[in-house]
């Protein structure tokens, strides 16, 4: 079984597809700052918005990050496979039980196996995800696996900054802010550790949203782009309208589209080449791929 930091050849073929659809989920991605390249990296971003916080974090680099995940959703077998193939490892909580807390050894040893190579990993140390401009207090996890590091290597923690213009609106803003890199004493006093990452995490958290454009030249585009990308946007809204915490909205819209988008463009292909020249059929397929975003642009207007 390949370990989970290798280089695999079909996750680098679908890598760019599905930070493209990262990108396309917002008006706006901003990067700044960067990570070190001389030791084992944790990266340490605030947690706002489910699976789109780690999406984010990942289009921002074009090499291999492994992350963690809540142990829970990687108890069926397929979901366990299909996150190992992502490069999402499992993290024990408290109450996730002694049962699942003592199986999360194997992944320390993922982990420090992950870091020995150079491969960053990325966990959020607030635990939980919480919609809203404020940090959360922080699990010991994120001290205990960088000091366990740091006894072996040179080992830096990241605080990282995940800014969005809106929680809940699909194709809003999105700044991701790579704050300086706190080198790791394996000696140093952990509560220590957490309370100097808080205060460098919380300098990068912005209490007042990014910056978001409202395209409103699209307006005269939104009926066509409407009825293109009609089958995406209606499963998505129809499966939102089910879940009940809202701040998972976003992450059903993007995976619609990863999903969806490749079925609808070999039909609209197929379509479109048989009933139209061939310029019109070029132009039809081009504009669906962007379609998805200009209704949710012409939606947000109307949210004003």
């Not at 695999?8 to 597809?17: D, E, Q, S, T, V």
């Not at 789109?52 to 990050?65: G, K």
């Not at 072996?152 to 800014?163: A, C, E, S």
């Not at 059903?252 to 009933?275: D, S």
């Amino acid at each position: 079984m390949p370990k989970i930091w290798e280089y695999n050849r079909l996750y680098a073929f679908l890598r760019p597809y599905v930070d493209f659809c990262t990108r396309e989920s917002y008006e706006r991605v901003k990067v700044s700052g960067s990570i070190p390249d001389d030791g084992a990296v944790v990266l340490a971003p605030n947690h706002t918005n489910t699976l789109m916080d780690a999406l984010v974090v990942l289009q921002s680099r074009h090499d291999r990050t492994v992350f963690g995940a809540r142990a829970d959703i990687f108890r069926q077998s397929t979901a366990n496979k299909i996150l190992r193939f992502l490069k999402i490892l499992p993290m024990a909580r408290q109450r996730d039980g002694m049962e699942t807390l003592m199986s999360s050894y194997g992944t320390f040893a993922e982990i420090e196996d992950t870091l020995d190579h150079e491969v960053p990993f990325c966990m959020f140390p607030e635990g939980r995800h919480t919609p809203g401009r404020e940090l959360q207090p922080l699990r010991k996890g994120i001290a205990r696996i960088a000091q366990k590091s740091a006894r072996t290597r040179k080992t830096y923690i990241v605080p990282t900054g995940i800014n969005y213009a809106h929680f809940y609106r699909y194709r809003s803003a999105v700044e991701l802010v790579y704050g300086p890199a706190l080198e790791v004493d394996p000696d140093m006093d952990e509560k220590q550790l957490l309370e100097q990452l808080h205060d460098r995490m919380s300098s990068l958290v912005f209490h007042e949203a990014p910056q978001w454009h409202y395209r409103w030249w699209l307006i005269p585009l939104f009926p066509l782009a409407a009825v293109l990308s009609l089958p995406m946007w209606l499963t998505a809204e129809i499966i939102c309208r089910k879940i009940k915490d809202k701040a998972f909205s976003n992450s059903v819209r993007f995976l619609v589209k990863l999903v969806m988008e490749p079925l609808l463009l070999l039909i609209y292909a197929i379509v479109f080449g048989f009933t139209l020249p061939l310029w019109a059929a070029l132009l039809l397929i081009v504009y669906f791929v962007f379609s998805y975003g200009i209704f949710y642009d012409v939606v947000n207007i109307s949210r004003k």
